[in-house]
């Protein structure tokens, strides 16, 4: 999205306070950071509503185009998002790139982006960008349609570029269709086998990451940035009483997502949307903690995530003195919330825990006792059936302590059972 040029590229930041669809001053300097970009002026303003042709008034851009002069900028960054005639206006006007908040935030993901697929779904979303914004690189060419003389090679390079454009978002498409139908399989075998599938999900920075290699001695990528991680990441987790379940670090969410995004990552997210249990880490340091978790709930209701369980995981109570580790509960005693330390590892115990009584809440504990000649049960329940411990006496009659969910329970009819 960028053309970065040797000597590193220095932005001119535009932040206006609008009526509706405020975004943050904050989080636009972090994205500028983790795109690359020196921030070397901010300009901020007020207005009623965004101009339709410029975004800003005359007056403010006089003040933006200063503002390049003097610093040498290479690039002005809006924080909003900017129609392709507003962006085109302001680039002719200022005579340099610019970029809006979409643009911005898809240049991280192409800086980020490492596995194969997590490439074409940034690609994909890239490509949907710039379709409606490719008239601006031909400008110099462009004719008026009709009339004698009017007929010129603008026209023709446009269509011919529009048609390559659409040929391969097509075969994007179809190529990361089959990457869905693999993860699809993926999940229908977890499925199949009854392991619980939990997703990590949260604001960008939250320190997901941090936390799921402290669950899983995983060593992924970690960094204080925005979309430090990208491409999601699966690992089997065994809690204290010997259960298993699947963990997923996907991709951090932030404010008003870019439709691109959401649409090219669908595959990815789907991780979330089909998870058994969400863990919802949330940066309890930060500014503005109820509003965040808004905009992570916002976003999980777009990509049909929004009615699943939650377990709120409040991370980063090593920046906050006097909060120690320990589970909020409901009413009936079920976990709510977790407060710990994915850096010091303070309070991962209590996750594992709260994870062990959520995942084993609709499940029963019962004592088997069955006769040699009911080998055929124990098959069913080794099955379907998680078997905790066994023993079998010198007459061929077995103990069993098993686990197991109330559906399954027919298995048992004719066994003599007790409650453990």
């Known amino acids: 999205m960028f053309d970065r040029p040797n000597s590193g590229e220095r932005a001119i930041l535009v932040h206006l306070t609008l009526q509706r669809g405020q975004e943050d001053l904050f989080e636009l300097k972090e994205l500028t950071k983790s795109a690359g970009v020196e921030a070397v002026q901010i300009i901020t303003g007020t ?217 090219a990552f669908k595959s990815t997210l789907q991780e979330a949307s089909e998870a058994s249990l969400l863990l919802h880490v949330i940066d309890a340091h930060t500014e503005g903690r109820d509003d965040v978790i808004a905009q992570v709930n916002q976003v999980l209701t777009e990509i049909n995530a929004g009615k699943i369980r939650q377990l709120e995981v409040y991370n980063k109570i090593d920046l906050m003195p006097g909060i120690l580790p320990h589970i909020d509960r409901d009413p009936s005693g079920q976990p709510v919330r977790i407060w710990l330390s994915a850096v010091t590892g303070q309070g991962v115990e209590l996750l594992n825990q709260a994870l062990t009584e959520i995942l084993a809440a609709n499940k029963l504990i019962r004592r088997c006792f069955l006769t040699p000649k009911q080998s055929a049960v124990r098959a069913k329940l080794c099955a379907c059936a998680k078997i905790i411990d066994e023993h079998t006496d010198d007459f061929g009659a077995t103990e069993l302590l098993v686990e197991i969910e109330p559906k399954d329970l027919g298995i048992l009819k004719n066994v003599h059972t007790e409650p453990a």
């Open 47 to 263: 207005r009623h509503r965004p101009d339709p042709k410029y975004f800003v008034g005359i007056g403010k851009l006089e003040e933006i185009k200063a503002a390049v002069v003097n610093h040498a900028a290479n690039v002005v960054l809006f924080n909003h998002p900017l129609s392709p005639s507003q962006e085109r206006n302001l680039e002719k006007y200022l005579a340099i790139r610019v970029v809006d908040r979409n643009g911005l935030i898809l240049d991280i993901f192409a800086q980020r982006a490492q596995s194969f697929e997590g490439k074409l779904q940034v690609e994909l979303a890239q490509l949907k960008h710039l379709s409606t914004r490719l008239i601006r690189g031909w400008t110099h060419l462009e004719r008026q349609k009709g009339g004698i003389g009017l007929r010129g090679p603008g026209e023709t390079q446009l269509e011919t570029d529009r048609r390559l454009l659409a040929a391969k978002i097509k075969q994007i498409q179809q190529r990361l269709q089959k990457v869905d139908k693999q993860r699809r399989q993926g999940r229908s075998q977890r499925q199949k086998s009854e392991i619980p599938s939990v997703s990590l999900v949260g604001y960008t920075n939250a320190g997901k990451s941090t936390l799921f290699n402290q669950m899983t001695g995983a060593d992924i990528y970690t960094a204080d940035q925005l979309f430090a991680t990208l491409d999601p990441t699966l690992r089997n987790v065994q809690l204290p009483n010997h259960s298993e379940l699947v963990l997923a670090d996907t991709v951090g969410f932030i404010r008003h997502l870019p439709h691109e995004l959401v649409a």
